[in-house]
């Protein structure tokens, strides 16, 4: 039985449609990343499973029950915020406790709650300091306890670490994961972030313009993308535009050189775009693979990472090679052969 359930939603702010027939079953202790740009409607969703936005149309159930105009404070939901969001005049003990003190819990009750979740949290030593005593990341940990101390049947997070450095968001978002897989909380996290979104989830919700792309587990969305945009959003892509030569074997043309795609669904027409990702291309000739040359047109050092862009019959070809200390890397200018194998491809 599904535990969380969003079903037809529909929300437009005027003539301005933020979400469009969104459909999503979500399940007990899953946890579920809405990943998109900005303006595709994935915190507007998000605010409409809390609460603080009415769908226009539609319907949201929890556990069966209908929450969809439901105030706010009438939902078991815990909310987490970009911005923190904490009293700066309590203590770090009051602030995860403040939840429990509004639903008018007894003290002793609220003491232990917020005893326990400092010890989730692992910041028992921080209870009696104020937010601005705190790192970023310390402050969206508690946030974080403050959000779970009312034991909610819901966990959101609305892109809780756009805010702090790129260590610490690897570092909060592990803990994070840690916590929701300990409680096996259900979770739906908002992110613009893809490597956030991969990392974290059991599935990854795919947004465009108010509409959901994909669903999927995030090796399926990564490998497998059902449209041309989840295929550019997630990860680097090189979309080559070839001609069908036989459509009924995946057989295309790019210029001078016949290729074959492992993936191709009913090839209406003569021109597709045939898509393989930077880290499936592999310098040199092998036979029986697809091969391709060029000329080099830039090289960039990435760290772990060496990117290289090939110019190929007029189209520009990104090609990922781990940096390994005995490799050769080729001249800006140089001709350059690349191969990959008709499983790495696809056309769309």
């Known amino acids: 039985m599904a535990h969380l359930e969003l079903i037809h939603i529909h929300k437009a702010f005027g003539a301005s449609v933020a979400v469009e027939d969104f459909n999503l079953t979500v399940a007990q202790g899953e946890f579920v990343s809405f990943l998109g740009p900005s303006g595709c409607g994935k915190t507007t969703t998000l605010r409409m499973i809390a609460g603080f936005e009415l769908p226009t149309s539609g319907k949201i159930t929890l556990d069966s029950a209908d929450l969809t105009y439901t105030p706010a404070n009438k939902r078991n939901v815990g909310m987490v915020f970009?911005?923190?969001?904490?009293?700066?005049?309590?203590?770090?003990?009051?602030n995860v406790g403040y939840g429990l003190k509004i639903a008018g819990?007894?003290?002793s009750v609220i003491e232990n709650r917020v005893t326990e979740m400092l010890a989730l949290i692992q910041m028992e030593k921080f209870a009696a300091r104020y937010p601005y005593q705190l790192s970023g990341?310390?402050?969206q940990r508690v946030a974080l306890a403050r959000a779970l101390a009312i034991r909610p049947q819901v966990l959101l997070l609305d892109e809780p670490l756009s805010a702090l450095d790129a260590k610490i968001r690897v570092e909060l978002r592990q803990e994070i994961r840690r916590i929701q897989q300990q409680l096996s909380i259900t979770t739906i996290?908002?992110?613009?972030?893809?490597?956030?979104?991969?990392?974290?989830?059991?599935?990854?919700v795919v947004m465009s313009q108010g509409k959901v792309e994909q669903v999927g587990a995030p090796a399926q969305i990564y490998n497998e993308p059902a449209t041309e945009f989840v295929a550019q959003f997630v990860g680097h892509?090189?979309?080559?535009?070839?001609?069908?030569?036989?459509p009924t074997e995946g057989t295309v043309r790019l210029g001078g050189h016949i290729l074959r795609a492992g993936r191709f669904g009913n090839l209406n027409g003569n021109l597709v775009r045939l898509a393989v990702r930077p880290e499936e291309l592999n310098p040199g000739f092998s036979e029986g693979d697809n091969n391709l040359t060029?000329?080099?047109?830039?090289?960039?050092?990435?760290?772990s990472i060496v990117r290289i862009r090939v110019e190929i019959e007029g189209h520009l070809l990104l090609i990922d090679l781990?940096?390994?200390?005995?490799l050769q890397f080729p001249n800006v200018g140089d001709s350059f052969q690349v191969h990959f194998s008709v499983d790495a491809c696809w056309l769309l």
């Open 82 to 94: 970009q911005s923190y969001a904490l009293f700066p005049n309590m203590t770090v003990a009051q």
């Open 105 to 107: 819990k007894p003290k």
């Open 137 to 139: 990341g310390q402050q």
């Open 189 to 204: 996290y908002v992110t613009h972030d893809q490597e956030e979104a991969l990392s974290l989830s059991d599935r990854v």
């Open 237 to 246: 892509i090189n979309l080559l535009p070839v001609e069908v030569v036989a």
């Open 294 to 303: 060029g000329r080099v047109e830039s090289i960039t050092y990435l760290g």
């Open 322 to 326: 781990f940096n390994e200390r005995k």
